[in-house]
Each structure stands twice: as structure tokens, then as C-alpha cells.
């Protein structure tokens, strides 16, 4: 089975501008290599801030409607995301509970079994 390993975004994941730290990416790249040396790993990316993205609303019959960032309800935002292998959701949760940092102010990860 395959997860979508959702980072949900941050106040600084969304500051402009943002990157980790090189400690941060190390930790982070070493995991993923773990992750990978396991045969779980498929693949992982982070994204930029909701400043560099739009919205495209669709309601009814109208013509949809595009929506440019930022946005402000950072906890409705992605920061990145990982597609993992696993054999049931408890694994991978017990897992991502191994996950070094998500950066300064902590973080918020979604686990869903993508739909094969």
C-alpha cells in the first residue's frame, strides 16, 4: 500500500523566504535515506509558501474563480509532503512519530492511504 504523508504548513513555513536550517536538512535527508535503505520511500518534496500559489474556486455553474496567495489559514496549508510504502496506516504512523524535525515551531503531519 501506498500513504500520502501530508507537513501541514506553519507561521514559518509561510514566512517569506523560508528554508531550514542545514542541521534541519540533514537530519531530514538521513531519515529519508533510512526511509529509502527500507524500500518505504518513493518520493518527498517540500513547497513554497501559499505567497507563490493561487486557488482555483469552482461553485456551480459559474466560471471558476482564480484566488492568488497568500492565505491566511495556514492550518488549511501543505508545507511538503512524502508518498511512503507500508502495510497498514499503523505503520507508517509509528513510523513518521520518528520524523527528526519539523522545523521551529513544531508541526502537524496527515497520513492517507492514496486510492490505488
Not at 536538512?25 to 535515506?33: H, I, R, S, Y
Amino acid at each position: 500500500m501506498r500513504f500520502l504523508v501530508i507537513v501541514k504548513a506553519s507561521s514559518a513555513s509561510e514566512a517569506p523566504g523560508f528554508q531550514p536550517g542545514a542541521e534541519e536538512l540533514a537530519e531530514m535527508t538521513k531519515f529519508n535515506e533510512r526511509l529509502a535503505a527500507e524500500g518505504r520511500f518513493e518520493r518527498a518534496e517540500g513547497l513554497t509558501s501559499s505567497a507563490d500559489g493561487s486557488r482555483v474556486l469552482f461553485e456551480g455553474d459559474a466560471e471558476p474563480k482564480v484566488i492568488d496567495g497568500p492565505f491566511a489559514e495556514t492550518k488549511e496549508l501543505i508545507a511538503g509532503f512524502w508518498v511512503l510504502r507500508g502495510e497498514s496506516l499503523e505503520e507508517i504512523v509509528e513510523l513518521m512519530k520518528q520524523v527528526p524535525s519539523l522545523g521551529p515551531d513544531g508541526g502537524v503531519l496527515e497520513i492517507r492511504r492514496i486510492s490505488e
